[in-house]
Every structure is written in structure tokens, then in C-alpha cells.
């Protein structure tokens, strides 16, 4: 059974950074993409960027409102994908969820909250 | 970025109801179309990909279809565990979602 679990959301001031995790299980992580997709409470759904795996490049993607601030990276040792924010903003402030990437995202985790706010 | 508008923003009805749920796109996404059902503090489930391919353990009163701009989902006869917010998705050019519309009990 594929499991993904985040964590790593808390309370954090403008200007701050944080790092989310996502650890993955039931299926072979390391060949499999991922993506972050956020929400923003009481709205709607909005991709936030994906890796490729390593024997694709590793390489990243990101949507246009945190390019140059967040970065998406993954160890595929540990099973465990992550989200660095830096230079938080209160539009920010979402539910952050990973799912496996191809599409269609058919693997949610529950979700990690963060909320940015002075 | 492509676009996604759906319509209704807010579909009340009754159980037993059939509903239908519009997706529109600003530029063709050719099939390249999902649609999720998120129930409040739940992550989005996949119902329909490829506009009309049903995920792995989606009953049959759910469906899809369209291409090119505009899609529609529709549930055949309304069930009390279907009233939740449904998101329309492309993967045609990046990731976009659609508003959501949230089914509601009439």
C-alpha cells in the first residue's frame, strides 16, 4: 500500500524558512516523481513543483509564485522527499501536500499546515 | 497557464439527483483532464483521468467526458457520501486546478 506522510509545518514569521518532509513507502521511490501541491485554507488546489528521479535527472520544476524561493529535493536512501521554503510570505500559509508524480495524482499524503504570520 | 473555470460554483441537490459538473479550459488540454472529490480535512481523491477513465475503486455512477476545452463530470444518482468539493486538473502545459465546485445537500 503506497503511504505518503508529511510533516515539518508549523508557525513561522514573513521572512522565515522551513523544511517539509514527506517520507514514502509501498512502492519504489526512488523511480517514482513527486510533486508538492498546496492549499490555502478555504480555497482551492495549486501545484507547487515536482523532481524528477535520479535516473531522469533529478531535476526540478517549480510553479511561478515560489520559484527562487522554495526548492525541492529527495533522498532516496531515506525514502523521503522535501520542501525548503525560504523567504516566506503570508500567501504562503497552506496545507502543503506531496503526491506521487506521473500524473494523474492518484497518491495523497494527509497534508502538513503551515502558517505564516508575524 | 491554462486556465480551468468550473461551473457551478456551488450545485445544491438532493440524493438520488443526478449532477453535472463543468470544467472549461482556456486552451486545449486535449484528454489531458482528472477530476478529484475533497471532502473537508481530507486530502483530493482521483476519480476520472484522462476526462473519462474511472480510478481504481470509483463506482460506476461517476463519470467523465469531453475533450479539447471543455469537460463535464457527472453523477448519475447522488449518493450522501458525495457531497464534497470537486476539482478539475490539466497536465497539458505544467499543473493547473480548477476553482472547485462544492456539491451541496439541497
Avoid at chain 1, 518532509?21 to 482551492?44: D, E, H, L, V, Y
Avoid at chain 1, 529527495?74 to 525548503?84: A, N
Avoid at chain 1, 495524482?105 to 502558517?115: C, E, K, P, Y
Avoid at chain 2, 482528472?34 to 463519470?63: E, H, V
Amino acid at each position: 500500500e503506497v503511504r505518503l506522510v508529511e510533516s515539518g509545518g508549523g508557525l513561522v514569521k514573513p521572512g522565515g524558512s522551513l523544511r517539509l518532509s514527506c517520507a514514502a513507502s509501498g512502492f519504489t521511490f526512488s523511480n517514482i516523481w513527486m510533486s508538492w501541491i498546496r492549499q490555502a485554507p478555504g480555497k482551492g488546489l495549486e501545484w507547487v513543483g515536482r523532481i524528477r528521479s535520479k535516473t531522469e535527472g533529478g531535476t526540478t520544476d517549480y510553479a511561478a509564485p515560489v520559484k527562487g524561493r522554495f526548492t525541492i529535493s529527495r533522498d532516496d536512501s531515506k525514502h523521503t522527499l522535501y520542501l525548503q521554503m525560504n523567504s516566506l510570505k503570508t500567501e504562503d500559509t497552506a496545507v502543503y501536500y506531496c503526491t506521487t508524480d506521473p500524473w494523474p495524482f492518484d497518491n495523497w499524503g494527509q497534508g502538513t499546515l503551515v502558517t505564516v504570520s508575524s | 497557464e491554462i486556465v480551468l473555470t468550473q461551473s457551478p460554483g456551488t450545485l445544491s441537490l438532493s440524493p438520488g439527483e443526478r449532477a453535472t459538473l463543468s470544467c472549461r479550459a482556456s486552451q486545449s488540454v486535449s484528454n489531458y483532464l482528472a477530476w478529484y472529490q475533497q471532502k473537508p480535512g481530507q486530502a483530493p481523491r482521483l476519480l476520472i483521468y484522462d476526462a473519462s477513465s474511472r480510478a481504481t475503486g470509483i463506482p460506476a455512477r461517476f463519470s467523465g467526458s469531453g475533450s479539447g476545452t471543455d469537460f463535464t463530470l457527472i453523477i448519475s444518482s447522488l449518493e450522501p457520501e458525495d457531497f464534497a468539493v470537486y476539482y478539475c486538473h490539466q497536465r497539458s502545459s505544467w499543473y493547473t486546478f480548477g476553482q472547485g465546485t462544492k456539491l451541496e445537500i439541497k
